[in-house]
């Protein structure tokens, strides 16, 4: 019984001094200055935790139809493995019956945004954002598409 009772003096001594801020701190606007130079220094940090990298859920198949400016819509497969190497599988649809493009190559997690991937020159360098069970296409610089009538996510084919 003393040893919870001590227990829970420690904790609550802890959250105490840990909780305790004084009334200028809170009046004090954040410095974007500390934002930006914690940035450099996690360009070098070790990734820890859950982070889409590490995760082991974001290998697999990943299937859907995107849209197309001059065909009905472009069948896509996009096969992401561990190894960091991806196979894509495009069909055109309402083109003539060889218009299969079928190449493999590599990608890489974007390091200034860690949930999307970007696949080499084999893939043109489209940029894929991860999400769970789905990835999203998106714009050259990773932004979403701003195309609300028009779906850009391949859904993971799930065993």
Known sequence: MKKIIFAL?????????????????????????VIANTDAASENAVPTGDNTENSLDWPGEYK??????????????????????????????????????????????LPDQPNMIQLDAEGDHRIYFIGENFIELRGDKGQKLDMPELNFQLLKKLD
């Open 9 to 33: 003096c420690i904790v609550s001594a802890t959250l105490a001094s840990c909780s305790k801020t004084s009334d200028s701190e809170n009046m004090t606007p954040p410095d974007n200055n």
């Open 64 to 109: 859907g139809i995107l849209p197309c400016h001059d065909c009905k819509g472009i069948e896509t497969e996009l096969e992401l493995k561990l190894d960091n190497t991806f196979e894509l599988t495009q069909k055109f649809l309402g083109k003539p019956t060889n218009s299969e493009n079928k190449v493999k190559g590599i990608f890489k997690f």
